[in-house]
């Protein structure tokens, strides 16, 4: 294997990285307490990432699927999950939003307090419209919401989070691009504080299993 060939892939790993230094730096500053690491959670039944302290999100401009305003408003008085992608991911997102389909089903029998709902964010505003958000989440059988906004405002949200995205360097043809970006998935309580983090690779079951043990323990 040449220099040649082993250099992308040296990138990549770089990239990612870097990608995992920037979300554990951001959400020290986030949280104001020492970086968690993945499951490291009091209860050892929950594998996902629980704060110490539930923190408050940084302020939300979005608009959904529908054309309508998303803000902190839209995810008060409920569960949420939110989780960021774009539609013409060709690998990672589309198992994600699987995944999060998955996990509506699962837990489409608890009580509506504590049913959440599902957020996908695209984190690519310059061709997810919320027109093209609205075909793509109707391929899914359970319900979703998709957002999108101003690439000034999802920074505004997502930087503070430790959720990481960019427009990948890797040249394609036709003016294709893809996007790099974080995979975690954030649950959200009824009171808009960030709660717990999943990170990927991401199982419903296993989530699913989380939340209901969270609630469990007083949410």
């Not at 409920?78 to 774009?86: A, D, K």
């Not at 690519?124 to 609205?134: A, G, H, N, S």
């Not at 503070?160 to 309580?189: A, C, V």
């Not at 699913?208 to 323990?217: C, G, N, V, Y």
Request: hydrophobic share 40%.
């Amino acid at each position: 294997m040449g220099p040649s060939t082993r250099f992308p892939s040296l990138l990549l790993v770089v990239v990612a990285l870097a990608m995992t230094g920037y979300g554990v730096f951001k959400l020290y500053r986030f949280w104001e307490v020492g970086p968690v690491s993945p499951g490291n959670s009091p209860d050892r039944e929950i594998h996902a990432t629980v704060l110490p302290v539930a923190s408050p999100l940084p302020a939300i401009d979005l608009v959904d699927h529908t054309g309508a305003p998303f803000t902190h408003e839209n995810l008060a008085s409920r569960w949420s999950y939110l989780f960021f992608g774009y539609t013409l991911c060709p690998d990672v997102c589309q198992p994600a939003v699987l995944v999060m389909s998955q996990l509506s089903e699962l837990l489409s029998e608890q009580p509506k307090s504590r049913r959440p709902q599902v957020v996908f964010i695209s984190i690519d505003p310059e061709r997810d419209t919320p027109e093209v958000l609205k075909e793509y989440i109707s391929r899914f059988e359970a319900p979703m919401i998709g957002v999108t906004g101003k690439l000034t405002h999802l920074k505004a949200l997502t930087d503070p989070l430790g959720i990481f995205f960019q427009r990948s360097p890797e040249p394609f043809p036709d003016d294709y691009y893809k996007m790099d970006h974080t995979m975690s998935i954030l649950l959200i309580d009824p009171e808009g504080r960030l709660r717990a983090i999943s990170s990927s690779p991401h199982d419903a079951f296993v989530i699913a299993k989380d939340f209901t043990r969270i609630i469990s323990l007083g949410g």
